[in-house]
Antibody, heavy 119, light 107 residues
Framework: QVQLEESGGGVVRPGGSLTLSCAAS????????MHWVRQAPGKGLEWVAV????????YYTDSVQGRFTSSRDNSKNTLHLQMSSLRAEDTALYFC????????????WGQGTLVTVSS | EVVMTQSPATLSVSPGERATLSCRAS??????LAWYQQKPGQSPRLLIY???TRATGIPVRFSGSGSGTEFTLTISGLQSEDFAVYYC?????????FGQGTKVEIK
């Protein structure tokens, strides 16, 4: 079955950097677009980024544009989110999610990794 | 950016009753809309996609309707496991955006 496992979260100071990873298994990773979604403590879901199946296109929400970069290694079934110039408002649980192969909704989610930006 | 607005923020319902949740888009998104359920400490679970298609394994008491800018998620005969937060998500263009969520609580 589809499995997505995020890692790399932790505590980082404002202005710092962190890279998250998402290990995928149970499906043909290089055929699916992959997304990042975050959830601040006690808040709702916020879409963050997408990377197309072949890695050629990415899109970001405005608040992270220019600071976050999504990449993927299809040979290792791994998704990454490089985050820099981190701010307190980036504190959240970060989920990776798979885009459906038949449409563009998100059909499978990982359990998330927590990023805390604090001095 | 398409702004998704869900109402109400909180819905108090007795077990066995019907719950009706609304999601409004600031511009037409056709039927490119999905609904998710999230329970505390869990990741979101897909319920409905393409506005009205139930995802695999989702009980028939969950139904979705709408197109364009107005969408509804109906839960008929609420069961104890249905008390959760529900989010809509459009996938019409970039960026994707979620509604702020509707919490369905026990009355």
């Amino acid at each position: 079955q589809v499995q997505l496992e995020e890692s790399g979260g932790g505590v980082v100071r404002p202005g710092g950097s962190l890279t998250l990873s998402c290990a995928a298994s149970g499906f043909n990773f290089n055929s699916y677009g992959m997304h990042w979604v975050r959830q601040a403590p006690g808040k709702g879901l916020e879409w963050v980024a997408v990377i197309f199946s072949d890695g050629t296109h990415t899109y970001y929400t405005d608040s992270v544009q220019g600071r976050f970069t999504s990449s993927r290694d299809n040979s290792k079934n791994t998704l990454h989110l490089q985050m820099s110039s981190l701010r307190a408002e980036d504190t959240a649980l970060y989920f990776c999610a798979r885009e459906s192969g038949s449409d563009w909704f998100l059909d499978s989610w990982g359990q998330g990794t927590l990023v805390t930006v604090s001095s | 950016e398409v702004v998704m607005t869900q109402s109400p923020a909180t819905l108090s319902v007795s077990p066995g009753e019907r719950a009706t949740l609304s999601c409004r888009a600031s511009q037409a998104v056709s039927t490119n809309l999905a609904w998710y359920q999230q329970k505390p400490g869990q990741s979101p679970r897909l319920l409905i996609y393409r506005a009205s298609t139930r995802a695999t394994g989702i009980p028939v008491r969950f139904s979705g309707s709408g197109s364009g800018t107005e969408f509804t998620l109906t839960i008929s005969g609420l069961q104890s496991e249905d008390f959760a937060v529900y989010y809509c998500l459009h996938y019409y263009n970039w960026p994707r955006t979620f509604g702020q969520g509707t919490k369905v609580e026990i009355k």
